[in-house]
């Protein structure tokens, strides 16, 4: 046995430290970003999973991914097109209107996917620890396979229609990046919200269908006065689809509002984290 000191006698019983760990505050690292990446295995996972389940025991299966903006093309080319005789910026209007749907379906089904991606996943949350911020991350990266299929369907209509793809088509990169940022920025509110506001669940759809009408999918952004554009392009997906169409088509001749649409998804994107990463410890408790 080993013997005890005066000293030790004197001062008594030594506590133990106590060590506080909690998310850093006037740091990069409390938006959570190094944890996302150190759990890149996960993630890689959850999409696999997504991808997986997205269209299992489905009759179409991985077609839904080009009927939703076909089917949408051809409603909006006869409502849009030929009744309300729209401009279409000099183009078929069937090629307009699917060059902004592609973006925008993508938009909405992750939108909606990542919203409630925490509710779904209510047993992973309440039983083992990872970074939550993962579970609406997922959704936006699946469904970037049917945004990919999508898109090689509208190089086919283009061809079908003899529309030659724009010289600006190397920035369409560029602007899928935009969507899924959008994508994921307001999913993390949403998902965060729904945890505690099931209300959110029954809002998306509506404010997706919102959304879609002001936003230039069934018609051009040339319609908007000029003293408007800067406003306009705070909604994000203005830059994102006046983005695909100048990359895809040429027009219109210079995005405008795509500058203004990058940073409104800025600010969301770091509002969201910070605001995702505040409320994440209470999750597991009230969902």
């Known amino acids: 046995m080993r013997p005890v000191s005066d000293r030790a006698l004197a001062t008594g019983p030594v506590s133990p430290p106590i060590v506080r760990i909690g998310p850093a505050v006037h740091h990069w690292r409390a938006l959570g970003l190094r944890q996302i990446v150190a759990y890149h295995e996960l993630l890689y996972f959850l999409v696999l999973r997504l991808a997986k389940l997205r269209y299992k025991q489905t009759f179409f299966g991985a077609a839904w991914a080009v009927l939703q903006p076909l089917l949408a093309m051809a409603a909006f080319t006869v409502v849009f097109g030929r009744l309300a005789r729209l401009p279409s910026d000099g183009l078929p209007y069937a090629v307009f209107a699917y060059t902004a749907l592609v973006p925008w ?35 936006v990266i699946a469904g970037l396979l049917d945004l990919g299929i999508s898109t090689l369907v509208l190089f086919g209509l283009l061809a079908l229609y003899g529309v030659a793809p724009s010289a600006n088509i190397w920035a369409l990169p560029a602007f899928v990046m935009l969507a899924a940022v959008t994508a994921f920025a307001l999913g993390l509110w949403l998902s965060a919200l729904n945890v505690r506001y099931r209300d959110v669940r029954h809002a998306v759809p509506f404010l997706v269908q919102f959304w879609l009408f002001v936003t230039p999918v069934a018609y ?53 984290l910070s605001y995702f990463r505040r409320t994440e410890r209470t999750f597991a408790d009230i969902i």
């Open 105 to 139: 379906t993508y938009f909405a089904n992750t939108l909606t996917q990542a919203s409630n991606s925490l509710v779904d996943n209510e047993r992973m949350l309440t039983k083992v620890y990872f970074p939550r911020a993962l579970l609406p991350l997922a959704p």
């Open 220 to 272: 051009s952004s040339g319609l908007v006065p000029l003293r408007w554009r800067v406003w306009y392009g705070l909604n994000p997906m203005v830059g994102v689809v006046d983005g695909f169409r100048w990359a895809v088509l040429g027009r219109p001749d210079v995005p405008g509002p795509a500058a203004v649409s990058a940073l409104a998804v800025l600010v969301l994107l770091l509002g969201g």
